[in-house]
């Protein structure tokens, strides 16, 4: 069966009793055992419980994996996918990325003596300059977020492959309807589910997909232990927003695109970050293990004194955190999603005060490009006009 009709059909014939194609909300905490030792097969919703679980079984399947676990939030996914290293282990993390992910490694997961290092994950010469007797762990964004740099999945996960490293792949930005790093080799994914799968920037929530069962064995072990699970109600959300991810990644591309081009012909901007452009060097990497784009790309003013007006300006757009929602939001990452990151590493991979992130909603394309248009206009007249007094 296709992506697209498995994505429509989640949770439409799980339902015995009724045949309801919407999935119930099992808002149970506790279950009946029919007689002692016997179970439904649920018998605690922190274990297991019935809506959450057609939720997990459905990402499974999407990416390729054995098993799903689902969190109540990204960070609480990447948690739970860190809980799996011990003291002494060492990480090796794609240098252009999330700055929550940078702050809980620094802040938190080294308080318990595990260590990182981060390089371009695309260089098979830094990864072996990393590389270190205690490294158990990579983990990769690709794209990266801001600056949607690209790693060559296959090559890079069978070199983690024969270092005995866990593979740990965010594929947050594409979705398993663009890329399945399980295919190319990966051994976990994991996802912001708040991001394009639930897609409507209501429900805040977290994906892990696993391959093989030891290492699904050992994961549902720690989902269960630290227990920051997603809720039912929640997790009907999520279903809810999935079944329409192919219809929506299709215009977020294609929306996308367009404006990326729009930008590159402005005046008043100097770089876009876009992995469908084909000046962008990730370009031929990206095509090769992906269908298609995601929705979100970063790009630079010429003079950072345009991007308090920019953001004060647009209307349409909104000046917000977070991406992937039906609406179209913009994000100033060196003061907002990458605030944490130090100074010296955002100025290395290019996160200046002239960046801003674009997150291009499901609008249509020509009032996006003229709310951005005018408040590109807005913003010169103003710095003109300064200029002048």
């Known amino acids: 069966m296709k992506i697209e009709s498995r994505l429509a059909q989640i949770g439409s014939i799980e339902e015995p009793v ?22 439904t097969g649920f018998d605690y919703a922190r274990t297991k419980s019935p809506t959450r679980k057609v939720l997990e079984d459905a990402i499974a399947g999407l990416e390729s994996g054995d098993a799903g676990f689902a969190c109540s939030s990204g960070m609480a996914a990447l948690q739970t996918i ?52 205690n490294t158990k762990g990579l983990v990769i964004e690709t794209p990266t977020n801001p600056l949607m740099m690209i790693t060559d999945l296959e090559l890079v996960c069978t070199w983690a492959r024969k270092k005995g490293i866990v593979s740990i792949v965010d594929n947050t930005l594409l979705t398993p309807y663009l890329q399945r790093p399980i295919e ?25 997909v696993t391959k093989g069962k030891e290492l699904s064995e ?131 991979i290019g996160v200046d005060d002239r960046l801003l992130r674009f997150s291009v909603g499901i609008e249509h394309v020509d009032d996006i490009i003229g709310d951005l248009s005018n408040a590109l206009q807005a913003a010169q007249a103003e710095l003109e006009g300064a200029s002048q007094s």
Do not use: C
């Not at 009724?18 to 179970?39: D, E, I, N, W």
């Not at 809980?83 to 999330?98: E, K, P, R, T």
């Not at 279903?239 to 729009?262: S, V």
């Open 18 to 39: 009724t045949g309801a194609v919407s999935f119930p909300v099992y808002q149970a905490t506790a279950f009946r055992h029919p007689k002692l030792g016997q179970s």
């Open 82 to 133: 860190f809980a799996y290293f011990s003291q002494g282990d060492h990480l090796i993390v794609s240098l252009d990325l999330y700055g929550g992910t940078y702050r809980l490694l620094e802040r938190i997961m080294s308080r318990f003596g595990v260590t990182a290092t981060y390089v371009d994950t695309n260089d098979l010469d830094a990864l072996e300059g990393a590389y270190q007797a």
């Open 184 to 208: 190319l080799g990966a051994d976990i994914v994991i996802h912001s589910a708040t991001k394009y799968l639930g897609g409507h920037n209501d429900v805040l929530a977290g994906l892990i």
């Open 218 to 348: 050992q994961m549902a072990i720690l989902h269960n232990s630290i227990g920051a699970v997603l809720g039912p109600q929640d997790s009907w959300l999520l279903m809810r927003g999935m079944k329409t991810l192919a219809l929506r990644m299709e215009r977020h591309e294609q929306n996308a695109t367009a404006i990326a081009n729009f930008l590159l012909e402005h005046p008043l901007i100097s770089n876009v970050y876009y992995p469908a452009l084909e000046s962008h060097p990730g370009h031929a990497i990206q095509n090769k293990q992906s269908s298609g784009n995601t929705g979100i790309f970063s790009f630079k003013v010429n003079d950072a004194r345009l991007v308090e007006p920019i953001l004060r300006h647009i209307k349409l757009i909104a000046f917000a955190e977070s991406l992937g929602g039906v609406e179209s939001l913009m994000t100033y990452p060196a003061v907002q999603t990458h605030a944490d990151i130090p100074l010296e590493i955002r100025q290395q």
